[in-house]
């Protein structure tokens, strides 16, 4: 199969790790995989591209760059267009008039939300209506949950995101980090963009409140980068870390660890899959993505509001009085098998590709058509 993956910039975060994680698995090998993007790449991937997958950068958002996507798509006989967020999804639709390729699309998030705490409100305005056009006119939809799937008007399939599996081999502390008591000290770790919505200031008072309650003081680690680093590091005590952006973040986690997300929305994050992938607990804020993914991993995901009460509760269903971590690691990575790993993705896109039903049990998990009321609408 010729399938052509369309994102707006390659790069180590969100839709693109989705598409590499895709395409990285030993199945997808045996087709012919193009990435086409319209404002280029960072160097994060280029071991991928390397391999067994071409690239195509479009050069802008403009005529000609669609006009060479279409000359591509026809030369090379594309038989799959799968496009990931705005602008690639509003080329789908356009390019519906020039090629006859079976168009795919993913949602990874609740557009509305996202979109309004991430732009202006005259872009949202904007932005919003505009997407949701362009994804009626996508013949094949999928979701990355059901949280997503429930903000949507129209019908979509569920394809839940998922990575390899890593387990095998003890991850360790960063060498730049000191810990109060090696041998007791509990770790929080957060991974990605620290901007508003990632809320990530929540879990910094949770733990310096914490840290003048009890002993010994638990550390947070943070991995990521992003335009509220400045105001976050202000409130930087001894045990808060800050470690910058580092793709490998998960095999960094330590035994004694608790990966950590305070989100306001997400559609199905990608760093709690990663660290759930190398068998650590995640501790996950309130809300319909991170409860999805509790019902996946029974053992090992605690759920907390966004109350330090609520915070210090989740803590304790996770770990004993001397702060170490209780989890059944091996449920954890059972679970964690059937409902978001690699292979259930794979599964699910294939089949969706394919636009044949499909009875394989590994996708039941994964993969779900949803038909919506025909009469809800904007």
Same mark, same amino acid.
Request: charged share 20%; with cysteine; proline share 6%.
């Given at each position: 199969?010729?399938?052509?993956?369309?994102?707006?910039?390659?790069?180590?975060?969100?839709?693109?790790?989705?598409?590499?994680?895709?395409?990285?698995?030993?199945?997808?090998?045996?087709?012919?995989?193009?990435?086409?993007?319209?404002?280029?790449?960072?160097?994060?991937?280029?071991?991928?591209?390397?391999?067994?997958?071409?690239?195509?950068?479009?050069?802008?958002?403009?005529?000609? %760059?669609?006009?060479?996507?279409?000359?591509?798509?026809?030369?090379?006989?594309?038989?799959?267009?799968?496009?990931?967020?705005?602008?690639?999804?509003?080329?789908? *639709?356009?390019?519906?008039?020039?090629?006859? #390729? &079976?168009?795919?699309?993913?949602?990874?998030?609740?557009?509305?939300?996202?979109? /309004?705490?991430?732009?202006?409100?005259?872009?949202?305005? $904007?932005?919003?209506?505009?997407?949701?056009?362009?994804?009626?006119?996508?013949?094949?939809? %999928?979701?990355?949950?059901? #949280?997503? /799937?429930? $903000?949507?008007?129209?019908?979509?399939?569920?394809?839940?995101?998922?990575?390899? /599996?890593?387990?095998?081999?003890?991850?360790?502390q960063p060498a730049n980090v000191k810990l109060p008591n090696e041998a007791l *000290?509990?770790?929080?770790?957060?991974?990605?963009?620290?901007?508003? &919505?990632?809320?990530?200031?929540?879990?910094?008072?949770?733990?310096?409140?914490?840290?003048?309650?009890?002993?010994?003081?638990?550390?947070?680690?943070?991995?990521?980068?992003?335009?509220?680093?400045?105001? &976050?590091?202000?409130?930087?005590?001894? /045990?808060?870390?800050?470690?910058?952006?580092?793709?490998?973040?998960?095999?960094?986690?330590? %035994?004694?660890?608790?990966?950590?997300?305070?989100?306001?929305? @997400?559609?199905?994050?990608?760093?709690?899959?990663?660290a759930l992938a190398k068998g650590a607990p995640c501790l996950l804020s309130n809300?319909?993505?991170?409860?999805?993914?509790?019902?996946?991993?029974?053992?090992?995901? +605690?759920?907390?509001?966004?109350?330090?009460?609520?915070?210090?509760?989740?803590?304790?269903?996770?770990?004993?009085?001397?702060?170490?971590?209780?989890?059944?690691? @091996?449920?954890?990575? #059972?679970?964690?098998?059937? $409902?978001?790993?690699?292979?259930?993705?794979?599964?699910?896109?294939? %089949?969706?590709?394919?636009?044949?039903?499909?009875?394989?049990?590994? &996708?039941? +998990?994964?993969?779900?058509?949803?038909?919506?009321?025909?009469?809800?609408?904007?």
């Amino acid at each position: 199969m010729r399938i052509l993956y369309l994102l707006p910039k390659l790069v180590n975060s969100g839709p693109s790790n989705v598409v590499v994680a895709l395409i990285s698995h030993p199945e997808m090998t045996a087709h012919d995989i193009t990435i086409a993007t319209f404002l280029g790449k960072d160097d994060s991937h280029d071991n991928l591209l390397s391999k067994h997958v071409n690239y195509l950068p479009l050069g802008g958002v403009n005529f000609r %760059a669609i006009r060479r996507l279409v000359k591509y798509v026809k030369a090379e006989n594309i038989e799959v267009v799968h496009s990931h967020g705005l602008i690639p999804d509003i080329v789908s *639709a356009l390019i519906a008039m020039w090629i006859p #390729s &079976l168009r795919v699309t993913t949602i990874h998030c609740d557009i509305k939300l996202s979109y /309004q705490m991430e732009y202006p409100w005259f872009k949202t305005i $904007t932005y919003t209506p505009l997407h949701f056009l362009a994804l009626r006119m996508i013949p094949n939809r %999928a979701v990355v949950s059901q #949280s997503v /799937q429930n $903000t949507l008007p129209f019908p979509t399939k569920i394809v839940r995101n998922g990575v390899p /599996q890593m387990l095998g081999n003890e991850p360790s502390q960063p060498a730049n980090v000191k810990l109060p008591n090696e041998a007791l *000290a509990l770790t929080l770790v957060f991974a990605g963009r620290l901007i508003k &919505l990632k809320n990530v200031e929540f879990i910094i008072d949770c733990v310096n409140r914490f840290n003048q309650e009890h002993k010994p003081a638990i550390t947070f680690n943070i991995f990521g980068d992003g335009e509220n680093e400045s105001t &976050l590091k202000a409130q930087q005590s001894e /045990q808060i870390n800050f470690l910058g952006f580092d793709e490998d973040f998960s095999s960094k986690i330590a %035994a004694n660890a608790l990966f950590v997300n305070a989100s306001f929305t @997400e559609g199905m994050p990608m760093a709690v899959i990663e660290a759930l992938a190398k068998g650590a607990p995640c501790l996950l804020s309130n809300i319909e993505p991170h409860r999805e993914i509790a019902s996946c991993i029974p053992s090992g995901v +605690a759920i907390f509001d966004f109350t330090y009460d609520s915070f210090v509760a989740a803590i304790e269903k996770l770990t004993n009085e001397n702060q170490q971590v209780t989890v059944d690691r @091996e449920a954890l990575a #059972s679970s964690f098998s059937e $409902t978001l790993s690699d292979k259930q993705m794979v599964n699910g896109y294939l %089949a969706l590709y394919q636009n044949t039903p499909t009875n394989d049990p590994s &996708l039941t +998990a994964s993969t779900k058509a949803h038909y919506s009321n025909k009469n809800r609408d904007l």
